[in-house]
C-alpha cells in the first residue's frame, strides 16, 4: 500500500486486537513482495484491505481485478474477507467456514469471518 495510505489504514484498526493488526500486516507483507499484486486501502472510512491482481493484457495494456476484499469488524471481533478462493482453498490454509455470498452479483465468490483462533 502506499505509505500514506497504509498509514491511514492501521490508525483505522487501531482498537483491533495485536494480532487481528498482526493478521493484516502479514497479509501485506506476503503481497507486497509480489510484482504481481497490489495491497491497498481504497475506502477511506472503512476499514478496508483489498488485494488485486495486476497483469498485462495481450495488447500490453495494464489490467487489475479485487480478488480479495478484507475488513475488521470490531462488533464481531473478526476478519470479515470476500475472496475468490474456493472452500477447498480456504481448508488449505485451516480456515473453515467459507460460504457463498448472499448477493448474487457480488464478484468475489466466497466470504468468510476469521475470529480469534485464526489470525493467532
Not at 40 to 52: G, I, Y
Request: proline share 6%; hydrophobic share 40%; net charge neutral.
Amino acid at each position: 500500500m502506499e505509505q500514506s495510505a497504509c498509514n491511514l489504514y492501521y490508525a483505522r484498526i487501531g482498537a483491533a486486537p495485536l494480532a487481528a493488526r498482526g493478521f493484516f500486516e502479514s497479509v501485506e507483507e506476503h503481497f507486497r513482495l509480489r510484482n504481481d499484486v497490489d495491497v491497498r486501502s481504497t475506502h477511506p472510512n472503512v476499514e478496508d484491505m483489498r488485494l488485486r491482481a495486476v497483469w498485462k493484457a495481450d495488447a500490453g495494456k495494464p489490467r487489475e481485478q479485487v480478488f480479495a476484499k478484507m475488513t475488521w469488524q470490531p462488533k464481531n471481533l473478526a476478519v470479515f474477507a470476500r475472496t475468490k478462493l474456493t472452500p477447498e482453498e480456504f481448508t488449505c490454509f485451516d480456515f473453515e467456514g467459507a460460504e457463498k455470498p448472499k448477493a448474487d452479483k457480488e464478484p468475489r465468490n466466497r466470504e468468510i469471518h476469521l475470529f480469534e483462533g485464526d489470525w493467532r
